[in-house]
């Protein structure tokens, strides 16, 4: 039995399309970064705190915001049963944090091969921001429909969630090519961030001698768990130093 979901494109009106029903595994298991207020306090303290409804951004399934890199490699290994040589290690050199990248054949069913980016801060280390890109470059020949049909199941999710009306952005085109399917904060203004991109192919990014057509576009879905959006823990030059 197929269920019908309605698609939201990025350049176009709705559109509908024919998918199988993820949706209870999309909540299972991209949903696993969320726990209650009261819950979240009393894996930390170890006493049973109030739960409240409101939901709490802390990392990615069993990957919490502050841990350490052996800590978050333990994480993605529990959650995906991946060798340790298929988990690559990566620092940026501009805002000196260092990664952890696992890519995923199938995140959850039928959705398309994803690479997972873990982002330790540049100081402590600790583990500050999780990113999941699905399509371009990911996948060599993505699917737009498929990104479109994957988008629209997790805005649903997150969408009924919980989050404050106030803090929540849904179907918003950012800039030219750029659309936020999803965004919240929670009272901690961690922040939950899900984007539909559609460029063209700039001239000179064509792979060998061939040149991108002029409808060759780069199509690609992020989804990225933020801790603290005013990107504390990259390394920066404070105002008024030079």
């Given at each position: 039995m197929r269920k019908i979901v309605e698609t939201a494109a990025a350049d176009?009106?709705?559109?509908?399309?024919r998918t199988r029903?993820?949706?209870?595994?999309?909540?299972?298991?991209i949903g696993a970064c969320f726990m209650s207020a009261g819950a979240e306090g009393s894996a930390r303290?170890?006493?049973?705190?109030k739960e409240t409804a409101d939901p709490q951004v802390t990392g990615f399934r069993s990957a919490r915001f502050g841990m350490s890199m052996s800590e978050t490699l333990e994480a993605i290994q529990r959650d995906f049963q991946l060798r340790r040589e298929d988990i690559l290690e990566q620092s940026?050199?501009?805002?000196r944090t260092s990664s952890l990248v696992a890519t995923v054949t199938e995140i959850f069913?039928?959705?398309?091969?994803?690479?997972?980016?873990?982002?330790?801060?540049y100081k402590q280390k600790k583990l500050i921001q999780v990113n999941i890109l699905w399509?371009?470059?990911?996948t060599e020949e993505p699917d737009p429909q498929a990104l479109v049909t994957t988008a629209n199941i997790l805005r649903k999710y997150f969408g009924g969630l919980g989050f404050d009306p106030g803090k929540t952005v849904m179907n918003t085109r950012v800039d030219d090519g750029a659309f936020i399917v999803f965004?919240?904060?929670?009272?901690?203004?961690?922040?939950?961030?899900l984007q539909l991109i559609s460029r063209k192919v700039p001239l000179g990014e064509g792979k060998g001698e061939k040149k991108?057509?002029?409808?060759?576009?780069?199509?690609?879905?992020?989804l990225s768990y933020i801790e603290d959006p005013r990107a504390e823990g990259i390394l920066g030059i404070e105002k008024g130093k030079f």
């Open positions: 176009g009106p709705m559109h509908t399309a029903p993820v949706l209870v595994a999309a909540a299972l298991l303290k170890g006493i049973a705190d940026n050199d501009e805002d069913p039928d959705s398309e091969p994803a690479q997972v980016v873990y982002i330790h801060g399509g371009s470059p990911v965004r919240a904060t929670d009272e901690r203004e961690r922040m939950v961030l991108p057509e002029p409808q060759d576009r780069v199509v690609s879905l992020w």
